[in-house]
């Protein structure tokens, strides 16, 4: 019975080697645990966020997919012909249910499974993960429409081309997991290989922490051709330490920091140009005001990869660069990479 709380994975460098792995590609899309008992279903998101009635058309098509009663892992992706689409994800979570019908039928969602953990009444969560996989694959059909069957390798050196060859079409890297590895909720038990690069990006703001007396996020920018500084994502994940020296560090850059600053007049276009002031569409209420500083420094940051001119996750703070100047950080040095054909794995 929901809510069941998905496996995760701990990070590594590269694609792990050894007997008993088996290998997946790690799709960038909403986590999803989908039970089903008979006309009944629900999906759950891995924060126990209830998902259903975001996704009232994918609701329908797993009625008609799926066995009368079970429990499956996957993952809510979009599919368009460059790739997945996490932007156009996010604008599903709508709280206006005409808002949805419309989204559901212009940007209709498709479901990609993984993991099995209960069928009929019988729960497989102590049942080794080859066993499920072998099950999952037993209630699936390639004729299904938008739900469909992650593929699965033994061969590292296949994982590696996948973690190459579909960056481009919006996959976050690859998962590896143990072939007798139970279905463990909430613990980090498998693997993610995640893709990494690094940027320098002009430091043009910041947020307070949540404690109110330190930095919880920098706020980062690039110029484009036309020399517009855009604001491209955040970078976090600062030890409590760090988070007070910056405190400090930042002090002389917030003064007059709105004379001249390029997004002085953020609110005025804000549907127009990525600003560092929209919602949170995740934490709805979250407070996401922030402090300008003068675009005077420039930090280098370590990303994963690039969606929208945006980096798609936050990015992590490496070093600050004293010998760059904010003109220089410029979107042409990211590796964006070219989107990979999808058909391979989302047959028509």
Known sequence: MPPVKPMLAKAVHEVPHGPGLSYEPKWDGFRCVVFRDGAEIELGSRNDRPLTRYFPELAELLLAAL????????????VTESGLDFESLQLRLHPAASRVRKLAAETPASFVAFDLLALG?????????????RRLEGILSDSLGRVHLTPVTADPKVAEDWFTRFEGAGFDGVMAKPTDLPYEPDKRVMWKVKHERTADCVVAGFRWHKDGESVGSLLLGLFDDDGVMHHVGVATSFTAARRRELVDELAPLRENALEGHPWRSWAEYRTEMRTPGAYSRWA???DLSWEPLRPEWVAEVRYEHVQGGRFRHGSRLVRFRPDRTPESCTYAQLDQVAPA????????
């Open 67 to 78: 066995p009368d009663k079970c429990v499956v892992d996957g993952e809510v992706v979009i």
């Open 121 to 133: 009444d019988e729960s497989l969560m102590d049942t080794p993960f080859a066993e499920r996989r």
């Open 284 to 286: 709805v209420g979250k």
């Open 341 to 348: 054909e999808l058909k391979t794995l989302f047959p028509e």
